[in-house]
Each structure stands twice: as structure tokens, then as C-alpha cells.
């Protein structure tokens, strides 16, 4: 009986810690060419697995001008409270960047709490114009912290190894066409100071 006693008393012990651990779960990342999310967007999977894509091992592909990044996630604070979500990011390749973006509150069902980027510009970042990332090829590795107020953070991390993906940044055509001109009239004052 003693035994059954202490079991009892252990498993109680356990769910009380596992019960008021706060969770990030249904991680998400997306990518747009534009401002709003919702017009073009491209979203991965961090630690969820809704999406068709998973960011971690992706080619994100090429962007021109515009590259937006944001996401969402779902927070357990276990009732008290969110301090703040973020989602850090790291690049590297043709130039190195870094750099954090805040999730604004999106929605909430008990006992859920979700937060993300999805609301507009205000909680986003484009990558290329906030860095000054020029033409090549890049990596990137973002990760997710959350803190409820008073409790240490939590991480969405990939096991602390980060979701990694590769991208490249592209000239855009109408600077691959001014180029094209100046090398045309470049070849034309040649010649026609030659002869």
C-alpha cells in the first residue's frame, strides 16, 4: 500500500509540473514579395505540420526587392500572462544580418493563446530593405522565444540547431535593363569616337 502511496504522490508531482509548463506549439514562418501577408505569402511549417512546406532545408527561391518575414504561433502561458513572442533571425552569405521580430496578439481560444505576424507590416520585416541585402545567395535561421510574464523563456528552436533555409536575392529587371542600356550606349560612343 505504501508503495501505490508513493506512486500516487509522484505521478500527482508530475502533472502538476507538466500542467503549469508554458508550451510554444503550431509554429509557423511565412514569405511574401508583398506587405500583406495574406497576398502571396508562401507559410512554412516550424514545429507544426499544417502546411504542405516545411521552412527547415527549404530554397525560398529568389526575391528581387521585397522580402517580407513573419509568423505564428501558439503559446500555452499557462494563465499567466504573455510577456512577449519573438521570432530571431540570422543570415548569412553575401552579407550577414540578424535581428528579432515581435508577434502582436492574433487570437484566443482557451487555452490557447495564438500570436503572429499576419496583421500587416507593423509586426513583419522585409529582409532585403531593412539590411540592404545585395545581389547573391544567403542563408537564413530563424527561431521563436516565448516568455509568460514571471517564467523563463521557451524556445521553438529545432532542438537549439535553429530552422535554417537558403534564398537568393536577384537583381530586378529594370536594373538588369538600365545595366543593358549603359553597356549599349557605352558600345555606341566607343564607336562612334573611333571612326
Do not use: C
Not at 5 to 15: E, G, M, S
Not at 44 to 67: I, K
Not at 165 to 182: I, K, Q
Request: no cysteine.
Amino acid at each position: 500500500m505504501k508503495k501505490i502511496l508513493t506512486l500516487i504522490a509522484v505521478l500527482t508531482v508530475l502533472f502538476a509540473v507538466s500542467a503549469s509548463a508554458q508550451t510554444i506549439f503550431n509554429g509557423y514562418a511565412y514569405l511574401t514579395s508583398n506587405e500583406t501577408a495574406g497576398v502571396s505569402s508562401a507559410w512554412y511549417d516550424l514545429s507544426a505540420s499544417a502546411q504542405a512546406l516545411d521552412f527547415q532545408g527549404s530554397d525560398l527561391g529568389d526575391f528581387e526587392s521585397n522580402m517580407w518575414l513573419g509568423g505564428q504561433t501558439g503559446f500555452w502561458s499557462d494563465s499567466q500572462g504573455v510577456e512577449y513572442i519573438k521570432m530571431h533571425y540570422s543570415i548569412t552569405g553575401a552579407a550577414t544580418a540578424s535581428g528579432s521580430i515581435s508577434y502582436a496578439f492574433e487570437s484566443y481560444t482557451d487555452p490557447d493563446d495564438q500570436w503572429g505576424t499576419d496583421g500587416g507590416t507593423d509586426s513583419s520585416v522585409d529582409l532585403i530593405d531593412a539590411h540592404s541585402l545585395a545581389e547573391g545567395d544567403y542563408s537564413i535561421a530563424v527561431w521563436v522565444e516565448g516568455k509568460a510574464n514571471n517564467r523563463d523563456s521557451v524556445w521553438d528552436n529545432n532542438s537549439s540547431s535553429n530552422y535554417t533555409a537558403d534564398f537568393t536575392v536577384v537583381p530586378e529587371p529594370a536594373t538588369v535593363g538600365m545595366l543593358g542600356l549603359g553597356a549599349l550606349l557605352t558600345l555606341l560612343v566607343r564607336r562612334m569616337t573611333t571612326s
